[in-house]
């Protein structure tokens, strides 16, 4: 007999970042485990569109996440459309790649309030909610953010490091609540954060080399680390709290403190 994941229906979740990449193979793995769905995305609203097409039983959330008003205002929404939120997935991100002394005050403000302050404020708003039944926060960090290098992400990395250390402060705020918070550190993924604007051959060159740093020489799909959040949004995870699970075939620099 096969056992069967964990049914997911009747629980709400709430995936921001989710009209592309990681966030959009989350809400349709959520879906496909009869959770209720809120995807939020933010400029791209034709792939909202798409992803709500492919899965009508997702409903889509326009907010810039790092404008408070905006997310309190989503949040009202999707308690009004779903009455409830168990769980959030804290995913939309940003970065550009920069070296440290080329040091970009408006990009690297731009991925400080998206990536932190987008976190900060969604769960802040979805607390109340979240504190009525318990429920579960995963915040989506980065490999880079304990302590895998790559060229030009050093600003990015301290903004998952940030989001890093929230997860475990917030473990230990929310407990008394039944809340849950954990993070995914994701290796290197094609999405359009990180191939996006490249050529084919590129492309290529990324990928072998990220397959090269892998222990398992391989990369993750982007449905590889949305099981992942739908194991930690289950039951199924109940036992674990302020952890943080790195999802990366294995890097090289990672596992044997070398580059
Ligand atoms: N791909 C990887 O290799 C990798 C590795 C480690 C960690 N991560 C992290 O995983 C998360 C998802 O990355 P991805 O690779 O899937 O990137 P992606 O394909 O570029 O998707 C990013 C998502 O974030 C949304 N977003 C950006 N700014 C937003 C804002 N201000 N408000 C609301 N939504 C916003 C985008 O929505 P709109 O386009 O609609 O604005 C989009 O849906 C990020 O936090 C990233 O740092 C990715």
Redesign the pocket.
């Known amino acids: 007999m096969h056992m069967q994941f964990e049914d997911l229906s009747g629980k709400v979740v709430l995936v ?9 193979a989350m809400a349709v793995e959520f879906n496909r485990y009869g959770a209720k769905v809120a995807a ?5 609203r034709e ?2 569109q798409e992803l709500k097409k492919d899965n009508p039983e997702i409903e889509i959330f326009k ?4 404008d408070r008003k905006q997310v309190r205002d989503m949040i009202g929404s999707i308690i009004a459309t779903f009455g409830r939120i168990d769980i959030i997935v804290n ?5 550009k790649l920069q070296a440290f002394e080329e040091f970009d005050e408006s990009a690297f403000e731009r991925m400080w309030r ?2 932190l302050l ?1 976190a900060v404020y969604t769960t802040l708003e979805a607390l109340p909610y979240l504190k009525k039944n318990g429920g579960s926060i995963i915040n ?5 953010g304990v302590g895998t290098a790559a060229n030009g992400t050093t600003l990015y990395a301290i903004t ?1 490091a940030s989001l890093i250390m929230l997860t475990k402060r917030l473990a230990f705020e929310l407990g008394q609540y039944g809340i849950r918070v954990n993070a995914i ?5 094609k ?4 191939v ?1 604007g490249r050529s084919s051959d590129e492309v290529d060159q990324l990928e072998s080399y990220f397959r090269s740093r892998s222990e398992l020489h391989t990369i993750g799909s ?1 449905e590889d680390i949305a099981r992942l959040a739908v194991y930690l949004g289950s039951d199924y995870s109940r036992f674990m709290t302020g952890q943080v699970i790195v999802i990366d075939g294995g890097r090289v620099d990672n596992l044997t403190h070398s580059l």
Do not use: E, F
């Open positions: 921001t970042g989710a009209s592309k990449g990681l966030g959009k939020n995305y933010n400029a791209s792939k909202a907010a810039d996440v790092s995913n939309a991100g940003v970065w998206v990536n987008g989506i960090a980065s490999n880079a998952k550190a994701p290796g290197w993924t999405t359009d954060l990180t996006g982007p």
